[in-house]
């Protein structure tokens, strides 16, 4: 019996050796499947790394070839550069070369300006003299009409001086074809341009048939010379002998100061021109002389004025300045006829941008009417 027993408690307790054994192993095995999760885990992430390192690998290589191909640009335009800089000093001895004889012929030019100054020195004595000898012939013809006094003028001027030579000293004042100032030239802008056309399709014109075909506006003529047409007579010698010429026309490069052009409405009794200042006008930096703002206003209204009321002079002009008009730009001076009382016509005037939209001045200006004797005296 109590071998029984002791087989039984033996066998008890290998049971529970055997039975804890199965546990431990158990959870070893356990440990071992969460261990084999985690490191499961461990490598797709790290698989994960490797591709994006991958991906990032190619991107590099990608942009390492685009920097081999723009140093190989780079290098290209380096060889460029040098031919173009070669190229360039080849230029630079040329324009030497040129620029030697360039101020070799200057010099020789200036040597020949220095005789042909020399030469007009010496014959303006001469010149003068057949100026006022031809003027007093000229008179005397006129009062006298003696062919006999003509003759003993002709034979006291210097023998230097033949009748050729008279003539070819005679102005321009006979010329049929002056030059008209308040046509186009190549100093004009765009809108100016466009301007003119449009006022100048306005006007009256003479078809191919020969009728004359009517318009609103007549476009004024402008020359550099207000006597241009003047009677002989006791002035012709002073018109002769004189150099004056119109303030605003003086210039001879064009576009260099006023370039303007009017047209007058004489049904509406309105005055419109389209002006260009030249860099010769500046006042403020960049802007136009409120001085030659004022004589613009002045020929406009004048010339206004002379259209309604014959020979006029400037008896009052009261400017308002709101804006400075920018050079180079193209402006509106528009003139209208207030009213007109004896020997008085008042006008008023505007300038605005091309398009109107801008007031740069005001103006308003009172003119008297004069003879044409008034005018001539001197």
């Known amino acids: 019996m109590k071998l029984a027993m002791a087989l039984v408690g033996l066998s008890v307790v290998v049971m529970g050796v055997l039975i804890f054994q199965v546990v431990h192993q158990e959870f070893r095995l ?9 490191n499961s885990a461990q490598v797709t992430r790290k698989e994960e790394g490797i591709v994006e390192l991958k991906a990032k690998i190619s991107e590099l290589q990608k942009s390492l070839d685009d920097v081999n191909t723009k140093v190989e640009q780079l290098k290209k335009k380096k060889a460029e550069i040098e031919k173009s800089s070669e190229d360039a000093g ?11 004889k360039a101020e ?6 200036t040597g020949e300006i220095d005789k042909l100054k020399e030469y007009r020195r010496y014959h303006r004595g001469d010149s003068l003299q057949m100026a006022r000898r031809l003027g007093r012939i000229l008179r005397g013809f006129q009062s006298l009409g003696s062919l006999a006094f003509m003759k003993s003028e002709l034979s006291n001027l210097p023998a230097s001086v033949s009748l050729k030579s008279m003539v070819r000293a005679l102005p321009s004042l006979f010329s049929s074809n002056p030059r008209d100032f308040s046509l186009p030239n190549s100093s004009w802008g765009t809108e100016m341009r466009q301007l003119y056309e449009h006022y100048n399709s306005q006007c009256e014109a003479v078809t191919d048939g020969g009728e004359e075909q009517g318009g609103l506006w007549n476009r004024l003529p402008s020359y550099n010379r ?16 004189a150099k004056a010429r119109l303030f605003t026309r003086n210039i001879r490069d064009p576009g260099a100061a006023f370039e303007y052009v009017i047209f007058a409405n004489k049904k509406e009794q309105r005055c419109v021109c389209i002006f260009q200042a030249g860099h010769l006008l500046e006042g403020p930096p960049g802007n136009v002389h409120g001085g030659a703002i004022a004589t613009m206003i002045d020929t406009v209204t004048g010339t206004h004025a002379c259209v309604h009321s014959g020979p006029v002079m400037t008896a009052n002009l009261n400017i308002n300045y709101r804006s400075p008009i920018p050079l180079g730009s193209t402006v509106l001076i528009e003139s209208s006829l207030d009213k007109k009382e004896g020997r008085k016509t008042l006008v008023s005037c505007k300038v605005t941008s091309a398009d109107g939209a801008r007031l740069h001045t005001e103006a308003t200006a009172l003119f008297v009417s004069i003879g044409v004797s008034q005018l001539m005296k001197g």
């Open 104 to 109: 070799k012929t200057r010099d020789s030019t």
């Open 226 to 241: 207000s006597l241009k047409y003047a009677a002989g007579g006791v002035y012709l010698s002073k018109i002769i002998q």
């Open 30 to 38: 356990s440990h071992l499947k969460f261990r084999l999760v985690e």
């Open 90 to 100: 080849k230029s630079l001895a040329a324009c030497t070369t040129e620029k030697e």
